[in-house]
Nanobody
Framework: QVQLVESGGGLVQAGDSLRLSCAAS????????MAWFRQAPGKEREFVAG????????YYADSVKGRFTISRDNAKNTVHLQMNSLKPGDTAVYCC???????????????WGQGTQVIVSS
């Protein structure tokens, strides 16, 4: 079965950095689109960043462009999200997802991880 497990979250101050990881198992994702979503308390889940596994092409939400970087490690079947210059508005539970369609809509993704908490204090 396919499993996605996130790690790397924590409590940091504004301006700090964190690196999230999403370890995938059960299959390879050479034909998949991988993405990070986040959800803050009382808010809708939103797209953060995505990557085409086979080519490494990336896409970012405007709110994180220039601060976050998504990448993948083929050998370890893992996708990462490097988060720099963190702001209090980045506080949320971050989840990784995999799907067959390039989209910012959560309904396009079939596999989801449990999420990892990121808290940014001011």
């Amino acid at each position: 079965q396919v499993q996605l497990v996130e790690s790397g979250g924590g409590l940091v101050q504004a301006g700090d950095s964190l690196r999230l990881s999403c370890a995938a198992s059960g299959r390879t994702f050479s034909n998949y689109y991988m993405a990070w979503f986040r959800q803050a308390p009382g808010k809708e889940r939103e797209f953060v960043a995505g990557i085409t596994w086979s080519t490494g092409s990336t896409y970012y939400a405007d709110s994180v462009k220039g601060r976050f970087t998504i990448s993948r490690d083929n050998a370890k079947n893992t996708v990462h999200l490097q988060m720099n210059s963190l702001k209090p508005g980045d506080t949320a539970v971050y989840c990784c997802a995999a799907g067959r369609t390039l989209s910012v809509l959560e309904t396009s993704y079939v596999y989801w991880g449990q999420g990892t908490q990121v808290i940014v204090s001011s």
